[in-house]
């Protein structure tokens, strides 16, 4: 019975000083996502890491080839993509914007921080006139880490493309899109 009692005690005891004390701090699970995100993101230091993390955000983009030099300290890379052909030209063109704001967006989920520029061309096979056909590049674009890390990935428009990048070239066998 006695012992019955100094339990009682010792847990009325314990409940009091647990109410006393303050409770510990909680995170959302929108921050807790944000920090596991951040220490998983993809270092860009190699060719290969840049078609991985483009294989592993931008699943549907077609990646020609890759060239970067990564000396650990304003590195560059230049991505070219294999333009895909559509119904009209018009489709075509939007499907090579789409296809960059792709690439950029799912570079903005790596780290950048060591990166000064990476550029984003097309290549697409044009016909010339004696009806020879050979890839060329159609599309050509500049882009500082500083932009891409600033897109919203939610509400970026792909026509925004040619205007955003900081250096933008295009073929004039390509329609303009409006």
């Given at each position: 019975m006695r012992a019955n009692r100094v339990i009682k005690f010792l847990?009325?005891?314990?409940?009091?000083?647990?109410?006393?004390t303050a409770p510990l701090p909680t995170i959302s699970s929108q921050q807790a996502d944000t920090v596991q995100a951040a220490s998983k993101k993809i270092v860009i230091q190699s060719n290969k890491s840049v078609k991985k993390a483009i294989k592993k955000y931008a699943k549907d983009v077609k990646v020609k080839s890759v060239q970067g030099s990564f000396i650990g300290q304003d590195d560059t890379v230049q991505i070219t993509l294999k333009g895909k052909e559509n119904l009209t030209d018009k489709m075509t063109v939007k499907g090579m914007y789409i296809d960059i704001s792709n690439v950029w967006k799912a570079l903005r989920k790596t780290d950048l921080s060591h990166m000064s520029n990476i550029g984003v061309s097309v290549k697409y096979p044009l016909q010339d006139q004696a009806g020879n056909s050979t890839s060329s590049y159609v599309i050509k674009?500049?882009?500082?880490?500083?932009?891409?890390?600033a897109i919203n990935p939610d509400n970026f428009l792909f026509k925004n493309v040619p205007t955003y990048a900081d250096n933008w070239w295009q073929h004039?066998?390509?329609p303009a899109i409006d």
């Open positions: 847990l009325a005891g314990s409940l009091l000083i647990g109410g006393v674009s500049d882009i500082s880490p500083d932009k891409i890390n004039s066998a390509l």
